[in-house]
C-alpha cells in the first residue's frame, strides 16, 4: 500500500518545498515510485522540478474545485519514478471554494484514493499555513513530515502545529502520524544550530530524524535550474543528506515505524 506523507509547517522559509523536491528524488533514487502533489498555491515546488508557470495547464485546483481526476493531471518529473500535480495561483481561490463544499475536509484524500497504491510514497507539499488546503493534505495522509529551521524563532509556532494535528486526529483523521522532525539549514559551527537540536530532541524525543539537513550553497542553487540536487550536484552535502533520509524514512516504514510513530503526540 502506499504511503502518503504530507510535509508541514505553518512557518513560512523552513525547508518545507525544498525537502519536498529532494526527498522525492531520493526516494526515486532507491526505486520508489514518488508522486509529489504541490498543494501551495506559490507553486515553488512546481517550479523547482523545471515547469514554468503556465495559465493554460491544469493543477490541482482542476481536481479540488472541478473534481478532474488526479491521474489526469499528472506530468512526468524530472527522473524516472517521479512524478508531479503541479499547483498554480488559482490554488489561493481553493481556499474560499472549498468552504461550500460538502466534506470541504476530505477532498483531497477522496481524490488521491484511486491512485495512491500506484506510488510508493506521495508526498504532499503544504503551504505556509494552517488553511483549508493543508488540511486537506493533512486528513488525505498516513503521516506529517515537520521541517523545522535551526534557528531561534524556528520553534515558536510548533505548538500550534501539533494543536493542529491533534484536532485533526480526534476530528477527521485518527491515524495520523508524525513522520517526523526534520532539522534543516543546520550549521554545525554555531552553538545555535546544536541548542535547537538538543531542545528539539528533548522534547520529541526519537521523533526527531537522525539526519540533519546542513545549509549548502549547492540546495539552494539546484532549484534555479529546475532541479532536484541529486541531478544538479549528486556529490554535495545537500545530496548526501536527503539521500540519507530517504532511506531513513523506508527504513521506518519497513521496520513498522509508522506504529510507533502513531503515539499521540505531544500535548494530547
Not at 93 to 114: S, T
Not at 199 to 213: R, S
Request: charged share 25%; glycine share 8%.
Amino acid at each position: 500500500m502506499g504511503r502518503v506523507i504530507a510535509i508541514a509547517n505553518q512557518k513560512g522559509g523552513v525547508g518545507k518545498t525544498t525537502t519536498a523536491i529532494n526527498l522525492a528524488a531520493s526516494l526515486a533514487a532507491q526505486d520508489m515510485w514518488t508522486l509529489v502533489i504541490d498543494c501551495d498555491p506559490q507553486g515553488n515546488t512546481t517550479s523547482g522540478f523545471g515547469f514554468p508557470k503556465d495559465p493554460s495547464r491544469r493543477s490541482l485546483y482542476h481536481s479540488l474545485i472541478l473534481d478532474a481526476p488526479l491521474a489526469d493531471l499528472i506530468l512526468q518529473g524530472p527522473a524516472e519514478g517521479i512524478q508531479l500535480v503541479p499547483s498554480d495561483k488559482n490554488l489561493v481561490g481553493a481556499n474560499v471554494e472549498l468552504v461550500a463544499k460538502p466534506g470541504r475536509e476530505q477532498v483531497l484524500r477522496e481524490r488521491l484514493a484511486p491512485i495512491r497504491d500506484r506510488f510508493n510514497y506521495t508526498l504532499l507539499d503544504c503551504p505556509p499555513a494552517l488553511d483549508l488546503l493543508t488540511l486537506n493534505a493533512l486528513v488525505a495522509a498516513d503521516s506529517v513530515l515537520v521541517p523545522i529551521q535551526c534557528e531561534y524563532f524556528a520553534l515558536e509556532g510548533v505548538s500550534e502545529l501539533l494543536d493542529t494535528l491533534i484536532r485533526i486526529r480526534r476530528t477527521h483523521n485518527p491515524k495520523l502520524a508524525i513522520e517526523g522532525i526534520l532539522l534543516t539549514m543546520f550549521d554545525d559551527r554555531t552553538n545555535l544550530s546544536h541548542q535547537v537540536r538538543d531542545d528539539l530532541k528533548d522534547f520529541f524525543g526519537d521523533q526527531v530524524f537522525e539526519t540533519m539537513i546542513p545549509r549548502n550553497v549547492r540546495l539552494a542553487e539546484a532549484p534555479s535550474y529546475g532541479k532536484p540536487v541529486l541531478l544538479y550536484d549528486p556529490e554535495c552535502r545537500g545530496s548526501e543528506s536527503y539521500v540519507k533520509l530517504a532511506k531513513e524514512v523506508i527504513s521506518h516504514d519497513q521496520k513498522g515505524a509508522g506504529a510507533r510513530l502513531e503515539r499521540p503526540v505531544a500535548g494530547n
